[in-house]
């Protein structure tokens, strides 16, 4: 190679399995060659020797979405992305919503045209469905994954977006044949209902009380029905936001049972618990989210299970509602818990917060960061090697960060478009000092120094289909019933 266009020198790079010193040579926006003492390059940096890590991956994301309840989300792709890049992330995944009664096709088409030319940052999509008809499922499922979108999101709660067991089961199988995944938010609807209306008569109505609305029992309860129906349809399921320990232990048992079941977590389970939500007045909204944070000491599990490997990605659910307007408070602010906006931001705090709690403080090492950081939700969402790795022909998404670098969060130092950020106030060590998106420097510490609009879809790949779901045979079969062919 003549020239690369940019090369940046004494890089101790780290993947999910290993650790290397290379210089990186980078041409048209891809790693071209990683060695010793290579060159030269129009542009150089020198790493001096710091961490190089894949840019990260923030795969669940709410941004310029139709929200449940009303709330409208702050962000747009535009400013979302642009926080994404100051906090390290080059690639993330936000939600296209189906509403009842439009088709699948429409949603998606819709959320390319809102984030096309506007992002600052690659992006995918994963797909909400809450109208499964035989018709979405067969007819236009199978274009949409053909079109790189192949993940669905399905919810257990939520009156707009809910859907029954027997949708899940139709559409984990449609997903399952079509080699999509699917993702499930897993809480039971009833119960969540049921304990609302209690603490509502009984004039309970401070943010305080969204904890006790939302059990960590109703959770468990969707988790283990989810990870039943996975196996039975054998799609491939992600437990989005599992916020307790008791959870972990369910998608564990599945996991022995050989049910193909990832889980995620969130900063919010780590370093908010529900006392966050006993502040003054209508302060305790800013920690609001769904699943809530749970009581205090409930966050060790949750740190076991990034430990241990047992989660597989680490996400900020960006939930992006102003205090101050109708994004928190859609129906006013003289209002019970129930109908405030549940979600807190986090897009740009998130790669921080596990760095400096995780790697920092001795939790994590840097491989474990890097899988939970970028290179598990790229494997799992079918973006590996392409994001999430640092190799020849990947994306130059890199972060050089600067591990010694000392902040307080401030929301004054963030850009998303949101009044507040839940963690005010928490002390961080480590931060990227320049975040590049396909060898274009994007931004460097808390300065966004790219373009709006460079961002490109990223079209996922699809699973190995499995064809179609037969669990009658499969159940015989274990029984010692044998079918006749072509029955
Ligand atoms: N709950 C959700 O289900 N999604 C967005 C944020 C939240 O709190
Ligand atoms: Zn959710
Ligand atoms: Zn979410």
Known sequence: MSQFDLVIRGARCATASDVFVADIGIVDGRIHTLGRSIGPGRREIDAGGRWVLPGGIDSHVHVDQRQTGGGLT????????????????????????QDRGQSLRWAIEEYHDRARGKTAIDYNFHLIVADPTAEALSEELPDI?????????????????????RQLLDAMAAARCEGAMVMVHCENAAGVAWMTERLLERGLHAPKYHPAARPAIMEQEAVYRMTAFAELTGVSLMVVHVSSGDSIALIAAARRRGVQVHAETCPQYIALDS???????LEGAKALCSPPPRWRGNEAAIWQ???????????SDHSPYRFDSSGKFPHGRDVPFNRMSSGVPGIETRSPILFSEGVRKGRIDINRFVALNSANAAKIYGLYPRKGTIAVGSDADLCIWDDRYETIIDNGLLHHSVDYTPYQGMRITGWPAITLLRGEVVAEYHSFCGTSGNGRYVPAEKRMSAGAVTPTQAE????????????
């Open 305 to 315: 299970g990034l430990e241990d490997g047992f989660f597989d990605v680490f996400s």
């Open 145 to 165: 994954v053909a079109g790189g979108c192949t993940s669905l999101k399905f919810f257990t709660v939520y009156d707009d977006v809910m859907l029954k067991d």
């Open 275 to 281: 006392t966050d939500l006993d502040r003054p007045g």
């Open 476 to 487: 015989l079969s274990k029984l010692g019933v044998r079918l006749a062919s072509g029955q």
């Open 74 to 97: 702050a962000d747009t792709f535009a400013t979302g992305s642009v926080a994404a890049a100051c906090g390290g992330t080059t690639t993330m995944i936000p939600f296209a919503t």
